[in-house]
């Protein structure tokens, strides 16, 4: 693993530098006129903080509220109320922010302007439901570990929700609602990214009653009757910018490995499905290309899921890079698969990697891999071969990044 650690650390760092938020947010200001009216700023999502404080830092902001994932937090902003809450289950400190958000915007006029800052991780740190907190947690629960994609979790939640699904856009008219977004949904689908607040939704009761019956969840009578509801179809008081995607974080990637000599190819920017199949698929394409003469790095981007059987720890990533340990056995190939957010799944890592070694230093210390997959505790693994990557919450979130480092 040492031929690899210091170029996948040079990889990571450069790659994420390059879809912070502050370019988004700067040029999303760009000849635009705030001089009028009040100027209200929302802020939800993994990467509030930093878009807040460049956006403070160029315009005058009224009024503003930031809310993040615990531990997202720095300095305070002027003018802005910061609030911490759940990810990826909600909490008590989700609806108290989010009803402090509906209370500042409840008397809105014609002129002023919503400045929406979007983020991934909105979907669970921007919430007023309309059942119960109690419930709509186990609904998340099971959405999360029954292996539904992010498009199906976030059908059913915008129809469980005062704000999701386009609800938010219309609470703020006659106001004008801008929005800027950092992408975490592949193809960019605004009424996707943190469930849509602020977008027209495109999905349907029928939709969110058909993922119920695929997955057979358990809902109460009165979710039921909440989710007949039909969300707002049209959202005319709405401008988007979309910022950084996963796209941009590929392509940083690309450039930085260039830079490092390898011969460099992104397989794929759009990478959905089970982790595991993720982390086998990268192997086997980096086993094709042994036989090159020159150093190669593969690229992958996506957002893959996690189908929870056992009761360990771990995150998507981790378990991305685990998987591939046994196929890069004893072979001159490291994968390494990271969330750019810095938090894989409910654990302090970004990520995690593997080599041609990983999987005979676990079978040293009595580790068998599949096991470990079984019972979805592949951080533990990790860690006791310290190959986890701890970035940190990094200011930003468009999915995540998986790499592959190979030579002959």
């Known amino acids: 693993m040492d031929t690899y650690k210091e170029d996948i650390y040079k990889i990571i760092e450069y790659s994420l530098k390059e879809v912070l938020p502050d370019k988004a947010v700067v040029k999303a200001l760009e000849g635009r006129d705030f001089s009028h009216g009040r100027i209200i700023a929302v802020a939800i999502g993994k990467a509030a903080y930093r878009m807040a404080y460049v956006l403070s830092r160029h315009i005058r902001v009224d009024k503003g509220i930031v809310i993040t994932k615990y531990g997202h937090l720095k300095e305070a902003l002027e003018n802005f109320e910061l609030y911490e809450a759940g990810h990826p289950l909600l909490d008590d400190n989700t ?28 979907s669970a740190l921007f919430e007023d439901p309309l059942i119960s907190l109690e419930e709509l947690i ?87 009757k909440m989710i007949e509801k039909e969300t707002p179809k049209e959202t005319d008081n709405v401008e988007t910018f979309i910022g950084a ?30 982790a ?12 094709k290309r042994l036989n090159n003469k020159e150093k190669t790095c593969l690229i992958m981007g996506g957002e893959t899921v996690v189908k929870i059987k056992g009761k360990g720890l771990g995150g998507r990533n981790q378990e991305c890079a685990l998987s591939a340990a046994e196929y890069i056995k004893n072979k001159n ?52 071969i310290d190959q986890l990557i701890f970035t940190g919450p990094t200011g930003t979130n468009v999915n995540d990044l998986m790499i592959a480092l190979l030579s002959k």
Do not use: M, W
């Not at 919503?114 to 991780?121: A, D, E, N």
């Not at 193809?187 to 057979?216: E, L, M, Q, V």
């Not at 698969?337 to 990520?351: E, L, W, Y």
């Open 138 to 224: 186990g609904i998340n629960d099971q959405l999360l570990k029954c292996g539904a994609d992010i498009k199906e979790i976030n059908t059913v939640r915008k129809h469980l929700s005062k704000v999701k699904g386009g609800r938010f856009a219309k609470h703020c008219a006659p106001a004008k609602v801008y929005q800027i977004v950092l992408s975490d949904v592949l193809g960019n689908r605004i009424d996707a990214i943190a469930s849509g607040p602020s977008a027209a939704d495109t999905s349907t009761s029928r939709d969110a009653f058909d993922i119920i019956r695929k997955y057979d969840l358990h809902l109460s009578d009165e979710a039921l």
């Open 333 to 384: 190939i490291a994968i390494v698969s990271i969330g750019s957010d810095g938090t894989d799944g409910p654990t302090d890592a970004a990520g995690g990697y593997v080599d041609g070694d990983t999987y005979d230093k676990l079978k040293e210390l009595g580790i068998d891999i599949d096991a470990v997959l079984e019972d979805n505790d592949s951080y533990h693994a990790l860690k006791r």
């Open 95 to 122: 609806i108290k922010a989010t009803k402090r958000v509906l209370e500042i915007t409840s008397d809105l006029k014609e002129d002023d302007q919503i400045i929406f800052l979007v983020s991934g991780g909105g």
């Open 245 to 274: 995607s996963v796209i941009d974080l590929c392509e940083a990637a690309k450039t930085c490995a260039q830079s490092l000599g390898y011969e460099t190819l992104i397989l794929d920017t759009q990478k959905e499905g089970f």
């Open 276 to 287: 595991r199949d993720a982390g086998k698929e990268l192997a086997e394409e980096a086993i």
